[in-house]
Antibody
Framework: QLQLQESGPGLVKPSETLSLTCTVS??????????WGWIRQPPGKGLEWIGSIYYSGTTYYNSSLKSRVTLSVDTSKNQFSLKLTSVTAADTAVYYCARLYSDSWTTKFDYWGQGTLVTVSS | EIVMTQSPATLSVSPGERATLSCRASQSVSSNLAWYQQRPGQAPRLLIYGASTRATGIPARFSGSGSGTEFTLTISSLQSEDFAVYYCQQYNNWPPALTFGGGTKVETK
């Protein structure tokens, strides 16, 4: 059974960089047809897609966050990571990592991590 | 950018009743639409993809319909575990973009 687990600091100061890692177990991050993504959810609000990465390093980002986001992948560790720069209180959210299955017919987030709350505060 | 609008924001339904949730796209997304369920304190769970195909393990009381710009998620007879927030998500212009709707909360009447 595939599992994803987010890790990283739960508190980040304003203007600093938020860094999170997602560790994938029970399957290979290098499998074809799968992208790996980050989605966030501010307290009491809806879901926002941040970006997705393929094991080759190809990335796609939400245009609203593109200037501040970098995704990377480490296939040797079966991990992928998120960096979000110049954070403000508006970046306070639960951050989820998820597997994105994509082929010619469909695209779907079929496995999710449990999520990790990141608070931006001094 | 494709904007996804869900209605109503909150739906009050009694257990055993039918719930009908709507999702509208700002432009056609064909059938490239998924639905997710999020229970309190949990991660979202995939319910439907391709507008109408149930994901593995999803009960038959969940059904999706629609194409183009108008979509519906129907829960035929609400069970206690179905009271949750539901999100639609389009993937018509993937890559490079994915968009979620704002969500509909299904609460007990």
């Amino acid at each position: 059974q595939l599992q994803l687990q987010e890790s990283g600091p739960g508190l980040v100061k304003p203007s600093e960089t938020l860094s999170l890692t997602c560790t994938v177990s029970g399957g290979s991050i290098s499998s074809s047809s799968y992208y790996w993504g980050w989605i966030r959810q501010p307290p009491g609000k809806g879901l926002e897609w941040i970006g997705s990465i393929y094991y080759s390093g190809t990335t796609y980002y939400n245009s609203s966050l593109k200037s501040r986001v970098t995704l990377s992948v480490d296939t040797s560790k079966n991990q992928f990571s998120l960096k979000l720069t110049s954070v403000t209180a508006a970046d306070t959210a639960v951050y989820y990592c998820a597997r994105l299955y994509s082929d010619s017919w469909t695209t779907k987030f079929d496995y999710w991590g449990q999520g990790t709350l990141v608070t931006v505060s001094s | 950018e494709i904007v996804m609008t869900q209605s109503p924001a909150t739906l009050s339904v009694s257990p055993g009743e039918r719930a009908t949730l709507s999702c509208r796209a700002s432009q056609s997304v064909s059938s490239n639409l998924a639905w997710y369920q999020q229970r309190p304190g949990q991660a979202p769970r995939l319910l439907i993809y391709g507008a109408s195909t149930r994901a593995t393990g999803i009960p038959a009381r969940f059904s999706g319909s629609g194409s183009g710009t108008e979509f519906t998620l129907t829960i035929s007879s609400l069970q206690s575990e179905d009271f949750a927030v539901y999100y639609c998500q389009q993937y018509n212009n993937w890559p490079p973009a994915l968009t979620f709707g704002g969500g509909t909360k299904v609460e007990t009447k």
